[in-house]
Each structure stands twice: as structure tokens, then as C-alpha cells.
């Protein structure tokens, strides 16, 4: 079932040229440009530690330019029940997309019962390119492109479980919108992995842990490397209005080889001895990608930066879960989870630069949440946020806001 919106915007597509040619004639001010890049389950008290030591410049540079804090998630969040939350402002049970399964089927773009964020954006005549956020398979028509991401079927993919297709292995749905521009990226950006890499099984580690680890985040940093030249490509050929990017990997990595300690719970250290620089290395290497796409960032861009949840070590009271040492196929040995039952254990995050943002400002304690990334985008566009959206503006970021729930570094 198609909401009444988006079937709305499906048959306003054929008008666009129209409405895009009415826009250009009554506006002489030039729309916003926002580059927004999600980081899945970003967690602070990894990345903290390294930007002391100075191992994440580009972040750095943001956070000094702009404003940043926790990012209040949902309850139990996972990827595609919070990042609907996000584009819709709305909560799970009212977007529909509750979680990796609905209704025993993966959760897919069919699902979403209220209008996201691209589809309002693109109405409006902004220019939209969406590339491998999670939860957006098949592929929605936007004003621009869109590649999906995270949940993206593929060969060899089984129902709610991860899976990493490339462009030429996609089944069941489109991955690139429009259809033309998959041709395109194959030609000049490669079959490049639409999402990272599923973790090992237990019984491919047993006897093998060391090698293992070692080939799989190899793999895991080729397709950060394809994700790069995918991002610079698409920023460079086809610039957009709204720019909405994302990386996957560090979750992944995060769930198995989050640098824990034999007092954990899950600790085997046979597995986590091997590699403790595994889960940080993952946001050295997300800054570098970060370099790439901040250089196509003038001072006129926004840069907002967004993370659906944190990701923290299993707790005691896994301990009476015996599927919590598991990961969705209940085959992977994990350490560190965030579908916790009280999503504030697992706080995003958010970093935002552009005009009129302040500098070097903390938004304290958990007032931003997942719901004000879309009211707060609309805004920047001078869009009105509609009835159903239950966030709110971050106006306290802007220059010339009172400093209600924040307070200066
Ligand atoms: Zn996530």
C-alpha cells in the first residue's frame, strides 16, 4: 500500500520539469545546500579519546566550526526502525518500519506509512541524492538520484539478515534511482558493495580467528574505499541541493570487535585480544572519508552529521539472554549491542555546521533527539514542519537562539 503523499508526489513527478522551471522564476535567493552524513551507531566513547589525540581531524574541524552532542534515540533502536524515525519524524509504530523484520518480512521502503524527508524536499523543488543510507530499498523516486543502502537484497540474502550485495548482485528491487544512473556508476565508479560486509559465523573463527579478523576488516575497508570514490563521485557529477550519505561499517565492526576487556561480558579472547585497534581504526578511517566529502563543503554548505544510536559492551543482564552473545542469524559471537530496551543507554549523535550555526557549541544532556533531524532540515529549507512530525527545530544551534538546553563549551 503506497501512502496518499507519496502517490501524490509519484504524480507530481511528471510535472516536475514545470515546477521546477515556476521555481527558478519566482525565487532569485538560491536554495540551502546541506551534506548530511549518517555514521551508524557512532559511539562518543570511542571517538572521544581519539580526537584528544588529534586522529580525527576532519570531525575536529566540524566540532570547532560548529555545534554537536547526544542524539536521543528510540527504545530498542536498530538501524532501520531508527533512520525511518529520522526521515519521518514519526514514531516506529506510526512509520511501521518497527524493526529489521515486519511482519516476518525484511523491512523495506513499501513499509513506510508516513512521508519521509526526501519526499517533501524534493515537492518543494529542492534537489535531492541519496546514497547507501540504510532502510531506503527499493529506491523512491526523488528530485535527483538515490542508491539505497543498508537492507538492500541481494544474491544469497536471506529475510532480516545482513547481507552485502553489489550493484550487479541487487535482487528483488530497484537499487539506483533513476534507473539510467546504474549504468553510469558501474562504468565509472565499479560494482561497488551497496553495505558492509556481514560479520564471520563462529564456526568459519574456530581455529582461525586471527586470519579471519585480518581478511574481514581488509574487505571491510575496500568497500569504505569504494564508498569513498562512490560519495566524491556523485558529489562531484551530480551536486544536489540535499545531500544525504552513509557509512555502515562501523556498527558492523563495532558488534564483535568493540575493544572489551576479560570483565566484560562475552569476552573470548581468543576473538577480542586479536585486534583492539579494529573499532577505533573504523573512525579514523570514517574521518578520512569525512576529508573527502568536507572538500566539497564551501561556507555556504550545512554539514550535519548524524548518528542513529551508540553502541556499548553487553551488559549483566544479557547474561539471561541466550541469544545476546549472537547477532541476527544468531550464528556471529558479539560483544556490544544497542537494541537495548531503554535507548538512552545508546545516545547518537549529532554534528552540524553551516551559516548562521555556532561555533564551538555542546548541546548538553539528551533534548535533541532522532525526531528533530527532519523539522530541523525543513527549516534550514524555510519549509513549514507538518502536523504528523513530532520533533522540533534544533533552534538552539542557530546563532541568535537562547541557550535553553545548552550551554557553551
Ligand atoms: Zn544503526
Same mark, same amino acid.
Given at each position: ?85 529520522? #526521515? ?48 531506503? #530499498? ?34 528483488? +528491487? ?62 562531484? @557529477? ?15 565492526? +563495532? ?51 548524524? @548518528? ?45 555546521? +553551516? ?26 529549507? +524555510? ?27
Amino acid at each position: 500500500m503506497v501512502p496518499r503523499e507519496i502517490s501524490l508526489f509519484l504524480a507530481s513527478l511528471f510535472l516536475l520539469p514545470f515546477a521546477v522551471q515556476a521555481q527558478e522564476h519566482n525565487t532569485s535567493k538560491p536554495k540551502a545546500r546541506v551534506i548530511m552524513v549518517g555514521v551508524n551507531g557512532m559511539e562518543l566513547d570511542i571517538i572521544r579519546p581519539l580526537i584528544l589525540k588529534g586522529e580525527m581531524p576532519n570531525l575536529s574541524r566540524v566540532i570547532e566550526s560548529g555545534a554537536y552532542g547526544k542524539l536521543r534515540t528510540v527504545s530498542g533502536p536498530n538501524c532501520p526502525r531508527v533512520y525511518s524515525t529520522l #526521515f519521518t519524524s514519526t514514531k516506529p509504530e506510526e512509520h511501521g518500519v518497527t524493526g529489521f523484520l515486519v511482519g516476518g518480512i525484511t523491512a523495506n521502503t513499501h513499509m513506510l506509512k508516513e512521508e519521509p524527508i526526501w519526499s517533501m524536499l524534493s515537492k518543494s523543488g529542492i534537489t535531492v541524492g541519496m546514497a547507501n543510507v540504510p532502510a531506503t #530499498f527499493p529506491v523512491m523516486p526523488v528530485n535527483g538520484y538515490m542508491i539505497s543502502g543498508m537492507l538492500t537484497r541481494g544474491k544469497n540474502c536471506e529475510d532480516g539478515v545482513l547481507c552485502a550485495p553489489k550493484l550487479s548482485e541487487v535482487t528483488g +528491487g530497484d537499487a539506483v534511482y533513476p534507473r539510467s544512473m546504474r549504468e553510469e556508476l558501474l562504468k565509472n565508479v565499479g560494482d561497488f558493495y551497496i553495505d558492509c560486509e556481514r560479520m564471520p559465523s563462529a564456526a568459519d573463527l574456530k581455529g582461525h580467528e586471527a586470519e579471519v579478523i585480518n581478511n574481514w576488516l581488509g574487505k571491510v575497508q575496500t568497500i569504505r574505499d569504494q564508498q569513498t570514490k562512490l560519495f566524491d563521485y556523485l558529489l562531484t @557529477s551530480h551536486p544536489t541541493n540535499f545531500t544525504f550519505l552513509a557509512q555502515s561499517c562501523e556498527d558492523r565492526t +563495532g558488534h564483535w570487535l568493540y575493544p572489551i576487556t576479560p570483565f566484560n561480558v562475552g569476552y573470548n579472547a581468543s576473538i577480542n585480544s586479536v585486534r583492539q585497534d579494529a573499532f577505533p581504526n573504523q573512525y579514523v578511517a570514517f574521518d578520512k572519508v569525512l576529508g573527502t566529502i568536507l572538500k566539497h563543503a564551501d561556507e555556504n554548505t550545512y554539514v550535519v552529521i548524524v @548518528s542513529d544510536h551508540g553502541i556499548k559492551p553487553l551488559r549483566e543482564f544479557e547474561e539471561k539472554d541466550p541469544h545476546a552473545h549472537a547477532d541476527h542469524e544468531k550464528t556471529t559471537p558479539v560483544i556490544a549491542k544497542h537494541d537495548f530496551a531503554d535507548g538512552d543507554d545508546v545516545p547518537g549523535s549529532v554534528f552540524i555546521m +553551516g551559516p548562521g550555526i555556532k561555533h564551538d557549541f555542546r548541546l548538553m544532556g539528551l533534548e535533541a533527539s532522532v525526531y528533530d533531524i527532519a523539522p530541523t532540515l525543513l527549516h534550514i529549507y +524555510g519549509i513549514e514542519q507538518p502536523k504528523q512530525m513530532r520533533g522540533r527545530i534544533l533552534s538552539e544551534v542557530f546563532v541568535g537562539h537562547e541557550n535553553k538546553v545548552a550551554a557553551k563549551n
